[in-house]
């Protein structure tokens, strides 16, 4: 089966400009989980969709994160706009139940200049 | 709340070493425990699991075991491989947290020939 997808897997941009991170998840995975690593310090939690719903976002940092899931197929991530404090690593994860640990994806890393 | 607590980095062994990873938790509830390993240019893989005390996951000749009076789930194997060099995630996922996935903050593994 085809793993989680994210794209771009790398992105270069400036201070105030906005970028949009895209993640497909492996078919079928009701649950998608955002994470990022920023400056190699541990993984945080972002936010947790089941299927197009929005069932924890406590991890968002600001209100210039906005996540979406249509149709609960595929989620994007837009950082409008971007800080330099948002540099990091970006990972998707997807999962058929909670418990049962997560695929992830390949990551999207974010620089912001 | 719920954390991880993982030894720091970086390790450094020779091939053929014995590894020994600290993994430490607190969590309410009912944990289940996982490592996942990240590959130099690759994104997380789930490498071993466990869901309930005693239990043992292993994988790859990686071994942890589910220890509740300790507290701790440490990651080992009897001999490791240049190929072992990552950075290794300590995680807890528990029903008392939402079940969203806590990590450590990661240790780094050099193995040299």
């Known amino acids: 089966e085809a793993g989680v997808t994210q794209f771009p897997s790398h992105s270069v941009i400036e201070k105030g400009q906005t970028v949009t991170l895209r993640c497909d998840p492996i078919?079928?995975?009701?649950?998608l989980y955002w994470y990022r690593r920023v400056m190699g310090k541990e993984i945080k939690f972002l936010l947790h969709?089941?299927?197009?719903?929005?069932?924890?976002e406590s991890g968002m940092p600001n209100n210039r994160f906005l996540a979406e899931r249509t149709g609960g197929t595929y989620s994007t991530l837009k950082v409008q706009p971007a800080e330099l404090e948002d540099s990091g690593v970006y990972f998707c994860?997807?999962?058929?139940?909670?418990?049962?640990?997560?695929?992830f994806g390949s990551g999207t890393r974010l620089t912001v200049v | 709340g719920n954390s991880v607590t993982q030894m720091e980095g970086p390790v450094t062994l020779s091939e053929e070493a014995f590894l020994t990873i600290n993994c430490t938790y607190t969590a309410t509830g009912y944990p289940s425990l996982f490592w996942y390993v990240q590959y130099p240019g690759e994104g997380l893989q789930l490498l071993l699991k466990a869901t309930k005390a005693d239990d043992k996951g292993s994988n790859k000749g990686f071994e942890a075991t589910y220890r509740k009076e300790t507290t701790s789930f440490h990651l080992e194997k009897g001999s490791v491989q240049v190929s072992d060099s990552a950075v290794y995630f300590c995680?807890?996922?528990?029903?008392?947290?939402?079940?969203?996935?806590?990590f450590g903050a990661g240790t780094r593994l050099f193995v040299k020939a």
């Open positions: 969709f089941v299927k197009e719903s929005k069932q924890d």
């Open positions: 995680a807890l996922t528990s029903n008392t947290g939402g079940f969203k996935t806590i």
């Open positions: 078919s079928g995975h009701d649950n």
């Open positions: 994860a997807s999962s058929p139940r909670q418990e049962y640990g997560y695929t």
